[in-house]
């Protein structure tokens, strides 16, 4: 049996640093393998739809033979579905005739401008959100009366809303500074959106810690805003940042969807919806309008996930617990 | 060696077991190590943490597989005896299935067995009693103390009358008081089914009180460092305040004890 | 049973409080064709048109339903076969977390091309995936996040791999995947009404909410979208009925928001 030695102590360290080298890398060996997963389901995806399409002739057979069988089957013709090259090719394209720009230029600007409602949705909606959790912590009673209501919110369909909320925006607020554009309206519709897995994980959060914390807290005679300061809110924050990731999602969803059903032109959803309409002499837009908001909910729902692991790992080389 | 001499109710020969062999994270939890327990013995492993003492017992369990040596569990490799059901075990958590009654917790190794259902109510009835837990065949886990959860998770490893009984730790998340109680119990139960019991914890006390024979395990490699017999007798609430009792009790504790770091 | 009706007073409380000042500020204010009736106007316009709303319910109610049973059953199938190899759950279920990150409704209107402008395949699709992934990531969870103890114990005893199934990851996948329909039964009837705004049948929800709309007839508008919240209500509690009956081990625990 060895005894312990300070030759020991350096010896273990330096094992520590190298267990804690190996994790780190298997850690980066997980993340690699998520996305060949996902490149590997892309190209999955591409195979069935191309060979989907490689059975046209005879599916479309069957939905005129077969109607209640053949509605379940997409119609497989090159005008309903492009060839991928065909659409791969068409981001390169001139949308106008006017001028070269392509259509993936145009794609790109709409993301952005769709993006940034997503991002004041999300910020407004997260802030909204950890707000009523903060004021509905405060009394059982009030948790208990508000909360039914709002889960019912999220229950009101947002193209009922939309429309409304930018007629709103344009008729009621111009006692703003500011002039107040279409795209924040569809900002707020998005936060809407936003605040309520925001709301619902964080009163969750605010309660979760661990009951003992509190006596300790109320043995220091600390005033509930400490009490929210230091106990509550870090308490809060695995919940808060499940819900972020979800709340990023949301927004990208709530974004589009309100300028579809509020019209605004810029964004994605207009695009889309432009695209929808002149279907027949250009599919190949639509899928890559599609395909664009698709990166678009990836992207933002990735840069929350990024956020997290910086959270996490700058807390842990400032020693806080996790 | 006497040529009527029994087969051990389990033997551990040379065992070694590695994790994750060959990587940075590698970890020798024990290191040819040989145990033979007994018939109907009461045998307890005591150690520090990591010192190897639950990897022993999932081994026995054949839970896990050594890395080298074998295993045999009445002369049959370990494997064998799981197949053949030949043990029941407890963990520190109760383990319960919160889905399901009491009855019907106790009751769910003979129901993987195949018993009839009325074969089986009879024997959780008979387990509820034995543990002194009657009446309570109808409650969910959730509504019960932690002791009278463990009493649930023995009669549950008891329920199909195992020759062997393996335990980890299963009193060490109650209090002492419950703990010294379920000690008693478990005494009494261990002399009405004459199991064999393979006990793991790191109390000195409990370990004195509750076998005839106290195995002392350290880490870094996990290996058996001393073997400490208890010959109290019969063990009674008297027990624990005798003369003997403390001086075991100093025997096990000093054969725990690490040199100490040189300054 | 009282104790019951106390702990749902707070709820009926607010409700009524909520209604009453509603109402209050409306009637005061008066704004005439203004976008947010008071409530009496559009309980009122909710009697006058049933009859229309009546038929937008089941146009849309159909595709809420059969869109949550196969999402549902896809859901659960998959989170079973997941859950056997973990394999397949450490490459599947990112997946899944990942490729829920894209917002569906943008593919309605691809969909309305492949089956029909007024086909409710494209909106049935459209639940389906929208109810698929909360179901099949929670689910999976469920039966895998399991107490390796209550594992250790079945091979203990024996057990073959289905039986640790049965026994063990189903009930405890349970409460898991409760949560999630709870959740798929609200996002199934927004996704449906919203859906319906590209295409499908045009005698259900979604256009009478938009026609409305469109027509400044808001009392109108806001009935129809009434229903659809009825709906989402009324499934979200035949759900929380089902999981009382499916799990008897859990004592109803207010925990606050449910999800």
Known sequence: MTAGTSADAIASAGVADEVRRYERRQSAKTTVRRIGVFVVFLILLALLYTGYKAFGEALDDAQTTWPVVGSFLPRSDDLTMPPIRDIVAEIGEPLNRTDDKPLGAFVWEAALFTAREAAFGFFFGLMFGIGIAVVLVRSRWLERGVSPYIAMSQTIPLVAIAPIVIIWGRTSLDWLPFEWQDWMSVAIIAAYLTFFPVAVNGIRGLHSAQPEAFELMRSYAVKPRQELVRLRLPAAMPYLFSAFRLAATIAVVGAIVGEISAGVPGGLGRLILDFAGRYTTGPERLYVSVGGAALLGILAFGLVALTQRFVRSARVREGEPL | ?263 | MIERLRSMSPPIIVGIVGLVAWELVLQVLQPDGFVLPPPSDIVASLIATWDAIWIAVQSTGFVIVTGLLFGIAWGVLGALVVSWYRLADEMLTPLAIGVSAIPIIALAPIFNAWFGLLSPRSNQLIVVLLVFFPIFINTTRGLTDIDPDQIDLMRSYGASRWQITKEVRIPNAMPFFFTALKISAALAVIAAIVSEYFGGRQDALGPLIVQNAGLARYPDAWAAVLAGSLIGIGLYALARVVERFAMPWQTAVNQGVEG
């Open chain 2, 1 to 263: 060696m006497s040529a009527t001499e029994t087969v051990p109710a389990v033997e551990a020969t040379s065992v070694t077991k590695i994790f994750n062999r060959g990587k940075p994270n590698e970890i020798l939890a024990l290191d040819d190590v040989s145990v033979a327990v007994g018939r109907n013995e009461f045998m307890t492993l005591i150690g520090p943490s990591g010192c190897g003492k639950s990897t022993l017992l999932r081994l026995m369990a054949a839970l896990t597989h050594p890395s080298d040596g074998e295993i045999s569990v009445h002369g049959k490799p370990a494997d064998q005896a799981r197949q053949d059901r030949d043990y029941g075990m407890a963990f520190q958590t109760a383990g319960l299935f919160d889905w399901r009654t009491v009855s019907q917790n106790i009751e769910l190794p003979l129901q993987l067995m195949g018993w009839s259902k009325s074969d089986r109510r009879e024997r959780a009835d008979e387990m509820l009693d034995l543990v002194r837990l009657e009446g309570f065949g109808g409650h969910y886990p959730r509504e019960l103390s932690g002791g009278m959860q463990q009493r649930v998770a023995i009669a549950r490893a008891l329920s199909f009358s195992p020759s062997i009984l393996l335990m980890d730790e299963p009193f060490g998340a109650l209090d002492e008081i419950t703990r010294e109680h379920m000690q008693a119990e478990l005494l009494r139960i261990w002399d009405e089914t004459h199991t064999t019991v393979v006990f793991v914890t790191h109390s000195i006390p409990e370990a004195v009180f509750l076998s005839e024979r106290v195995l002392v395990m350290s880490p870094r490699p996990g290996t058996i460092s001393a073997e400490v017999i208890v010959d109290l007798g019969h063990r009674d609430f008297d027990t624990r305040e005798s003369e003997k009792f403390f001086e075991r009790v100093t025997a096990v504790r000093e054969a725990l004890r690490v040199p100490e770091e040189p300054a």
